[in-house]
């Protein structure tokens, strides 16, 4: 999971000015990293696959690649990285597409992106890349994050989901389980943290970005909260105010989050854990390999679960992970989504999860006996993203969480109460969506 993106609003200005801005904020985003397309031989089409940093080693995927090329011989495929960041990636998509750009070919997408660039014509329809009999081999949630209209606009290509890490040696150490619920974890986190100085208790993402709005709807979802129910806007619901009053109770009043957890992203909460320093973490599956390895402090020492929830709800991890589209006014559609049916495949995915550790979005990988023998804590995570939760799925999304991200941090940092932040986000939701 990466920081979270902005919208901003160019149809306020006038053409001129639009195309003024585009130009500028292209040249200083790319700052010549696009390159130009080379020319294919006879009889052999280039496609352009655009995607952000990989985790690990970029030649990985490369030799994936070349494996569809020489399957494909009438295709060439250049992949070409985005910045690191998905705010600059969201910037370049939304600056390109505007202009209907031809330029490239396959997109990487964010969870979050496809309803708004489905709803503004930037996506070609892949419906028929899905049979309707091999859709239930995809997990529920990617599959909802990619469907706008009845109509499937990406195919999910790698899933994440929120877990719990715990310190595994610690709990057996003083014969305790892992917690069900969020006031068994804060009961356990005291009990162990008085008696190993040192040791913070619970450290999660509460930095005003998008991650804060993942971990936030895990404890509304896991309340039975939400933000959006059959369109209307229920953000400010007692469930939520509960959840979130909670959130702010375990920097406050319970004592076992830091309070450096208010500016706190992924990388620095794996480091914190990864160092022997917390008992609970909240993470993506991704920090798992990384505790596993021979110089890690925790290798061996570590344990995964669920989320908790509140006494009586199940619990609930948000839907993370990338999706694979094609771009509308791509010259060469049919090329591109030969690409995406290869990297989408049982195929790709098992390699990618064999080499880069990306989590397959195939259900029946989780069975999968090379990847059990490699990864065991793989078939683990199979209950987890069957029920893992995508963010609001709306078009105007991107619009929704800047809202969310600035009431949700307030709240956590004590300049609003949970019932003013959630109070005004509603308000501001609901003008949102009723001006659309």
């Known amino acids: 999971m990466r920081e979270g993106t902005r919208t901003y609003a160019w149809s306020a200005a006038p053409g001129w000015m639009v195309s003024a801005l585009l130009l500028l904020v292209l040249l200083s985003l790319l700052g010549g990293c696009v390159s130009k397309k080379e020319p294919a031989g006879d009889g052999v089409t280039t496609i352009v696959f655009k995607h952000g940093k990989i985790a690990g080693d970029p030649a990985l995927l490369r030799r994936l690649i070349e494996t569809f090329e020489a399957r494909n011989p009438d295709i060439r495929v250049k992949d070409e990285t985005l910045p690191a960041s998905t705010d600059e990636q969201h910037q370049f998509y939304v600056i390109n597409l505007e202009g209907k750009s031809r330029d490239f070919d396959v997109l990487s997408m964010d969870v979050i992106w496809v309803p708004e660039f489905a709803k503004t014509g930037w996506l070609r329809d892949l419906s028929h890349l899905l049979p ?7 997990f529920p949630g990617p599959m909802q994050a990619v469907t706008y209209r009845g109509a499937l606009y990406a195919v999910p290509w790698y899933i994440d989901a929120g877990l719990l ?4 040696d610690l709990l057996d150490k003083y014969g305790l389980k892992p917690p069900q619920t969020w006031q068994e974890l804060v009961k356990t986190a005291r009990y162990v943290t008085e008696k190993e100085p040192g040791l913070y208790g619970f450290i999660w993402q509460g930095k005003q970005y998008e991650g804060l709005v993942c971990n936030v709807l895990e404890y509304f979802w896991s309340n039975g909260g939400d933000v ?36 706190a992203i992924e990388e620095p909460t794996r480091h914190i854990f990864g160092s022997g320093r917390a008992l609970f973490m909240r993470n993506w599956p991704y920090a798992w390999n990384i505790f596993q390895r021979e110089d890690s402090p925790v290798r061996g020492k570590v344990g995964v679960s669920r989320l908790p929830s509140f006494p009586g709800k199940p619990s609930a991890s948000t839907l993370g992970g990338w999706q694979l589209g094609v771009n509308r006014y791509s010259r060469n559609p049919e090329a591109a989504e030969r690409f995406v049916r290869f990297l989408t495949s049982a195929e790709a995915q098992k390699t990618l999860a064999l080499t880069i550790g990306y989590k397959p979005t195939r259900r029946s990988l989780y069975r999968d006996p090379d990847l059990i023998a490699q990864q065991p804590f793989i078939a683990s995570l199979h209950d987890v993203f069957m029920t893992a939760r995508p963010r609001p799925v709306t078009p105007y999304y991107m619009l929704m969480t800047q809202v969310m991200q600035s009431e949700f941090s307030a709240a956590l940092s004590g300049t609003k109460s949970p019932e003013d932040a959630l109070k005004s986000a509603q308000e501001q939701i609901e003008q949102m969506l009723g001006a659309e």
């Not at 309707?132 to 081999?137: A, F, L, P, Q, V």
């Not at 890490?165 to 595994?168: F, G, S, T």
């Not at 209307?232 to 989050?257: H, Q, W």
């Open 228 to 263: 959006l129910k059959n369109g209307k806007v229920v953000i400010n619901s007692p469930e939520n105010v509960e959840a979130l009053r909670f959130m702010t109770d375990l920097i406050g009043r319970y004592g076992v989050t830091p309070r450096l957890v208010v500016t």
């Open 165 to 168: 890490y715990y310190r595994k």
């Open 132 to 138: 309707e009999g091999e859709r239930d081999e995809f």
